[in-house]
């Protein structure tokens, strides 16, 4: 596995965008955005996924250039159309529309029709940290998910990213799927040549299998907790509110009508609404107690979930966002390793677009 830096894979990303007919700045936005998910692990999501936005591109599902606006708005709510944009810029604007909601009214909320696949939700979320604030961020996404005691794809695997700010210790950052994992994750180990865990995904007849092909080939994602014994109906009711919030709440196409980010699902031909759906909140902290003690209560909390006794000596107490920020400091002294697959696919783009990798 070959390893390239993240100016490398900014520069080639930025052109491939600029390529598309994406304004600079957007270029820019869409780059950054794409490249915190390789920087923080999360490889599922980061250039890994670029040939995909150029496939929708291709079908003119993305609008290179979109006319970002807000259509609806109170002093603390926002509607947001996308105008069919790459989510990956879509979505920070809407975010930054719900941090100058919260300056104003304490808190910001943001609904958002018309998008694409927006990235990481951690990144949106964790946009609101450098201003005292906590940030939230979810979004609906490719109909694969069966509902608890179902075979049909229903929800998208739905993420859910919550940043919450800390003094002396760095940030509580949770960003999860409503599924046992991101689809993302089944794709690398597709490209890996590897089953995935029993309990992830069913079959098309509704039994489980370790196929990672088997989403592929008329399965589906189960629920968080992969069954009811296991509790995969409250994953169902994660998935389902991060649905209603994102999409039935904004405009979008909600449900089995979501617009679908992989290549062997077409969109709906009776769509409900318009593209994808997000939805963004942001919450200054001193609009509930000052933001000092606050942080300074979060570093003692944080502080003492690290240090509460062990199961294993050898295995510390995890904190939503340790693994990222290792991830992160790791790559940014000895790049981003990318799996033989992603590199030829990069290659490809280039070829393509003339543009050096």
């Not at 964790?126 to 179902?150: Q, R, W």
Request: some cysteine; charged content about 25%.
């Amino acid at each position: 596995m070959n390893h390239f830096s993240y100016d490398q894979l900014y520069r080639f990303s930025k052109d491939i965008f600029i390529a598309m007919g994406c304004p600079e700045s957007d270029a820019e936005t869409a780059t950054k955005t794409l490249l915190s998910a390789d920087m923080r692990g999360v490889d599922s999501h980061g250039v890994a996924r670029l040939s995909g936005y150029v496939r929708l591109w291709d079908k003119q599902r993305i609008n290179a250039k979109p006319d970002i606006k807000v259509i609806h708005e109170t002093p603390s709510t926002a509607t947001i159309d996308g105008d069919a944009g790459l989510g990956l810029v879509v979505a920070p604007f809407a975010m930054q529309v719900a941090i100058e909601k919260a300056k104003n009214a304490g808190t910001g909320w943001v609904a958002v029709k018309n998008s694409n696949h927006y990235g990481i939700a951690g990144y949106h979320a964790m946009k609101a940290l450098d201003h005292d604030m906590i940030g939230m961020s979810m979004t609906n996404a490719s109909p694969l998910v069966s509902p608890t005691f179902s075979k049909e794809r229903m929800l998208g695997t739905n993420p859910i990213a919550v940043a919450i700010p800390a003094n002396e210790q760095p940030p509580f950052v949770g960003d999860f799927a409503t599924t046992p994992a991101a689809n993302g994750k089944l794709e690398v180990l597709m490209r890996k040549g590897e089953n995935a865990p029993l309990g992830w995904i069913q079959d098309q007849g509704g039994q489980s299998t370790d196929n990672a092909h088997g989403i592929k080939e008329g399965g589906s994602w189960l629920p968080l907790g992969g069954d009811r014994e296991h509790g995969s109906h409250k994953g169902f009711i994660l998935g389902s509110i991060v649905d209603i919030f994102s999409a039935v709440l904004s405009g979008a196409n909600y449900g089995p009508w979501a617009p679908p980010f992989v290549t062997f699902l077409e969109p709906s031909k009776d769509p409900v609404g318009e593209g994808l759906g997000h939805f963004f909140g942001a919450m200054r902290v001193d609009a509930f107690r000052p933001a000092e003690e606050f942080k300074s209560h979060m570093d003692n909390w944080i502080t003492r979930f690290r240090e509460s006794d062990r199961a294993d000596e050898n295995q510390p107490v995890v904190i939503p966002g340790d693994p990222e920020r290792a991830y992160e400091k790791e790559r940014s002294e000895n790049g981003i390793p990318l799996l033989e697959p992603v590199e030829k696919d990069l290659r490809a783009l280039g070829e393509r677009f003339g543009v050096k990798f």
